[in-house]
């Protein structure tokens, strides 16, 4: 479902046990988990969307999308 696509997580996870667990998932479903957001980045997974943390500002900057774990979760399903 997530072949080829790129994540980025940042803040902290509510619906998953922890960051490992998100990452886990993301990976089964052939995603890929990054530390840093870039131009080649999907999405941003940040339950605060609104958030003007840096990685937030960045992913705005280079048009990536900010979702939350919810809507990953849409994504999967």
């Not at 080829?4 to 996870?13: E, I, L, R, W």
């Amino acid at each position: 479902t997530l072949a080829g696509k790129t994540f980025v997580v940042t803040g902290s996870v509510h619906v998953y046990k922890n960051r490992d667990d998100l990452k886990k998932t993301i990976e089964s479903f052939g995603g890929k988990l990054v530390g840093s957001v870039s131009k080649s980045t999907d999405y941003l997974i940040n339950n605060d969307v609104t958030s003007n943390s840096s990685k937030n500002v960045k992913a705005r900057e280079l048009g990536v999308k900010i979702i939350s774990e919810e809507d990953f979760n849409r994504l999967i399903n």
